[in-house]
């Protein structure tokens, strides 16, 4: 049985895709923001683009399950490109500009913040150095003269030894 799509409902179902290609811009702006806090090493790239394909590929999915029953159509993936792109070309430069300005103040508010404890944590680190190295130096004496005690031990066993 062939299932036939009203014009009406074809214009309908590309509109709505054109509207998710753009949320799906509005994610990929979000999901950029939310990296610039973890830092832009390729770890955090992967992982980022990795969620956010993960993401774009449900969102896809439901909107074929719900608006064209499941039926895959090469016309809504289309759509979907072009909300994406109009996006991306209009709104999207002026949010992610906006967005990354904000993330710089967050990061320099953040350091400023967190500066007490990193110093915190160096003199902690200092002086843990300081106390495993005279650990270690008291172990090395310890060791000497360990080693030095038995040795005399030894000399005087054996003269006690020759005594006898």
Known sequence: MTYVVSSFEQISNFLSAVGLGFLVGVLYVAVSFFRSFFGNGKVAY??????????????SFCFFLVYSRGEIRPELFFAQAVGFSSFMLTAGKYASF?????????????????????????????ISKRIKNKICLGKEKFLKMKKKTKEKCVQSEEKNNKKT
């Open 46 to 59: 992967f992982v980022s683009d990795f969620l956010f394909c993960l993401i774009s590929a449900f969102l």
């Open 98 to 126: 906006f967005l990354k300005k904000v993330s710089r103040g967050a990061r320099k508010i953040q350091d400023f913040v967190l500066l007490p404890f990193r110093k915190l944590e160096k003199f902690l680190l200092k």
